[in-house]
């Protein structure tokens, strides 16, 4: 695996600027959520870097990869191309920056819709990707501030944010959106 400055390098030089320091604030984000639930540091720091190593990718690229590895989109995924870095994330994060370890690739795969019965990492991914520094849409700091309080209750007030801004937009909702939130309801976040 690549180095963090070595991921770092590789980032500055695959991703738009505005991309790139929105990942550096997940990463650290990441990392202060990482101290908070007492998991690695490093494994947050490491995730939170990679989680978009596919943002900057073509459609045509995006496609490419979703077939040669024979992934099966659900109609959603289909129609939402906004999903696919998300879904191809791990395989760039192997391919490019080396990263074999299981719980940081899922935590890559899933920051953009969440899905049922998250790892700590997994949540906090998906939770400084929406409320890293340079996030600044009505209600984010109330999501902050509820997610240092409780990474569940963090992760559950995010995702009710985000269905209730994908349907007032008329958009589609993810399958897996829908099932993380209502594992954290029945699990009493």
């Not at 700590?120 to 240092?148: C, Q, S, W």
Request: overall charge negative; aromatic content about 6%; glycine content about 4%.
């Amino acid at each position: 695996m690549l180095s963090i400055d070595e991921i770092k390098k590789y980032l500055k030089e695959n991703l738009k600027e505005k991309r790139y320091n929105h990942t550096l604030g997940v990463a650290e984000t990441a990392k202060k959520l990482a101290i908070l639930n007492c998991i690695s540091e490093e494994k947050a720091e490491i995730a939170a870097l990679a989680h978009d190593v596919a943002k900057n990718l073509s459609e045509e690229k995006m496609k490419s990869i979703i077939r040669e590895n024979n992934i099966s989109l659900s109609s959603v995924e289909k129609n939402n191309i906004d999903l696919w870095h998300s879904i191809i994330a791990p395989i760039e994060a192997k391919n490019k920056l080396g990263i074999q370890d299981e719980e940081i690739l899922d935590a890559i795969r899933w920051h953009t819709t969440g899905k049922e019965d998250m790892s700590t990492l997994t949540k906090i991914i998906y939770i400084a990707d929406m409320i890293e520094p340079n996030r600044d849409f009505e209600g984010v700091e109330k999501i902050r501030e509820i997610t240092f309080e409780n990474l569940d209750r963090g992760v559950y007030t995010g995702l009710t944010h985000t269905i209730q801004f994908l349907l007032t937009k008329n958009l589609l909702v993810d399958e897996n959106t829908i099932k993380c939130r209502n594992y954290l309801l029945l699990n009493d976040k």
